[in-house]
């Protein structure tokens, strides 16, 4: 099974704060995601990266940044954190099959912005 | 991009065939489609995964029409414990290197 840890698990920050969420694996696979989970929109992919110089915005990359620090890790900015960034978030590892995908869930976090 | 469809919700018993419907139009040619299940404070966990025709694991099948429009989780003999929300998941082909892109999930209700 793939070990994908988050930190924090939860956080608390206000508005306007910069916050920033980490993501490691142990696997070393090529692509991670960052998904949000918000009631009743499931889960919507936020930046994906396939190598350590691959990064690419997905369907709601406004307000939110990325960095790619190392094959194992990838962390998430909230550069000015909104109440709307209110949600659960999940850091993603994926394997690489010929045609297809299996992504491993982080944790998630839960980041409240009030 | 092109989005999935699928029921908000489904009711059922135990001991009875779940079937779940994905809508995936504008999928990729070698695109495969992917089906997750999701507990409570958890995240998604994978359960199949298939191109075409009938894909059978220890868990679910998975069946894909010729089109690939669509695709049918199919749980057979559900539990209580098959209570979670279900996704389906696509390739779907976009900028340089495409989206993955989850529908909406479909909230599985089993009762006694």
């Known amino acids: 099974d793939a070990d994908v840890t988050q930190t924090p698990r939860n956080r608390i920050t206000k508005t306007g704060k910069r916050i920033m969420l980490e993501c490691s694996q142990t696997?070393?696979?090529?692509?991670m995601y960052w998904y949000r989970q918000d009631p009743g929109l499931g889960l919507r992919l936020i930046y994906y990266?396939?190598?350590?110089?691959?990064?690419n915005k997905g369907e709601i990359s406004d307000g939110y940044s990325v960095s790619r620090q190392a094959q194992a890790k990838f962390s998430l900015s909230l550069e000015s954190a909104i109440p709307n960034q209110t949600a659960l978030y999940f850091c993603?590892?994926?394997?690489?099959?010929?045609?297809?995908?299996?992504?491993?869930f982080g944790p998630g976090t839960r980041l409240t912005v009030t | 991009l092109a989005k999935t469809t699928q029921p908000i919700s489904m009711d059922s018993y135990e001991g009875q065939e779940v079937n779940i419907t994905c809508s995936h139009n504008?999928?990729?040619?070698?695109?495969?489609i992917t089906w997750y299940q999701q507990f409570p404070s958890q995240g998604p966990r994978f359960i199949i995964q298939?191109?075409?025709t009938k894909v059978t694991n220890e868990v679910a099948s998975l069946f894909i029409p010729a089109d690939r429009k669509s695709s049918t989780l199919s749980l057979p003999r559900v539990s209580l414990s098959d209570t979670a929300v279900y996704y389906c998941?696509?390739?779907?082909?976009?900028?340089?290197?495409?989206?993955?892109?989850f529908g909406k999930g479909t909230k599985l209700s089993v009762k006694p």
């Open positions: 998941l696509v390739f779907v082909k976009g900028g340089s290197q495409g989206n993955l892109i």
């Open positions: 504008n999928i990729a040619t070698n695109d495969y």
């Open positions: 990266s396939f190598d350590v110089k691959d990064i």
């Open positions: 993603v590892e994926g394997i690489m099959w010929s045609r297809g995908d299996e992504q491993y």
């Open positions: 696997k070393g696979h090529d692509r």
């Open positions: 298939g191109y075409k």
